[in-house]
């Protein structure tokens, strides 16, 4: 099984994120009564109500939680705790089949740091191979927007760096992508410095003959707000980039009357969509046939991914 979307932190081993949790954190593994590793996600996913906003909070407190417990303490630790935790992410993922996947994980806000993260991802993913022939790991670098838009970790400087480093070995194969994560501020002036970013990635990548792919999350939850004709002017331009793909998509493939501006994506924009956030975190509660036939007649390519499942528990999904 291949996954094209999944968040480091919310694709985390539940024995890894456990045994964290019980050297830090044991008062959350009480309060819970978890009492096995088994029962993380469990006890994750039960967490989710029927108010999909309500979910976005407790989401992003399930979110800072992890993070919390699982981040490297000081700049000494940073290789050896990711390689540990995506050695132990990937033989999770393998137990469940998933053999080729790409590992959504932003760079930290200098070079060195970010180099220290993404070799140790590699060679938790090396270690792994070794046992798992079929096994394969990527990464594709996201830059974080916060709760007010702003990208907490991009700077053109960093780009430039990151483009140098993925032009040698090992990050030439596997730093496959760009990508643009986290809260989408609906707001002209934030939406349009996104687009300034990406197009600030294509140039580069092109100057430094990358060929790494570029998108970004966009339209995860809107759908059908007042913010519409902002977001179809947003999508249109986005269109006009010629992106690889869209995470999520949502406020394009849910709507009918939004099937013009998805047709626009038709032949070069795959999207990535992820039933299990759909059904926690927006109106949606599933992704019915309609809508997959719906990407198919407007001719854009799709895949079907878990996302965060670590928090949704949805490691079997098919
Ligand atoms: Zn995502």
Not at 281 to 285: Q, V
């Given at each position: 099984m291949i996954d094209k979307h999944l968040h480091f932190t919310g694709s985390l081993s539940p024995t890894y994120v456990y045994r964290k949790l019980q050297e830090s954190n044991q008062a959350f593994l009480d309060k819970y009564s978890i009492l096995s590793p088994d029962d993380l996600s469990y006890t994750f996913v039960s967490m989710f109500g029927n108010d999909y906003k309500l979910n976005q909070q407790k989401f992003n407190e399930m979110y800072s939680l992890v993070q919390s417990v699982t981040k490297p303490k000081n700049t000494n630790e940073i290789y050896q705790t990711y390689r540990l935790a995506t050695r132990e992410l990937a033989l999770n993922l393998a137990r469940f089949g998933i053999s080729e996947y790409t590992i959504i994980a932003g760079p930290d806000i200098t070079i060195d740091n970010t180099y220290k993260r993404y070799i140790g991802m590699i060679q938790g993913f090396e270690d792994v191979e070794k046992l798992h022939k079929a096994a394969k790991g990527k990464i594709c670098i996201t830059f974080i927007r916060t709760q007010s838009g702003e990208l907490k970790n991009y700077s053109y400087k960093l780009l430039s760096d990151i483009c140098k480093l993925l032009q040698q070995e090992p990050f030439k194969s596997r730093c496959v992508g760009f990508d643009i994560s986290g809260y989408e501020y609906p707001d002209k002036n934030i939406l349009e410095s996104n687009l300034c970013v990406l197009s600030e990635i294509i140039e580069i990548s092109k100057t430094f003959c990358l060929k790494t792919t570029v998108g970004l999350h966009a339209g995860e939850i809107i759908t059908g707000t007042t913010q519409d004709e902002l977001y179809d002017e947003y999508f249109v331009n986005l269109s006009k980039l010629q992106l690889d793909n869209i995470g999520h998509g949502t406020y394009l493939w849910a709507n009918d009357t939004k099937q013009k501006i998805l047709k626009l994506f038709s032949g070069h924009t795959r999207f990535d969509l992820c039933p299990g956030s759909n059904a926690l975190?927006?109106?949606?509660?599933r992704i019915d046939s309609n809508r997959l036939d719906m990407l198919n007649k407007c001719g854009v390519e799709y895949t079907i991914n878990r996302d965060d499942p670590l928090f949704f528990n949805n490691w079997r999904q098919r």
């Open positions: 975190l927006t109106p949606i509660k």
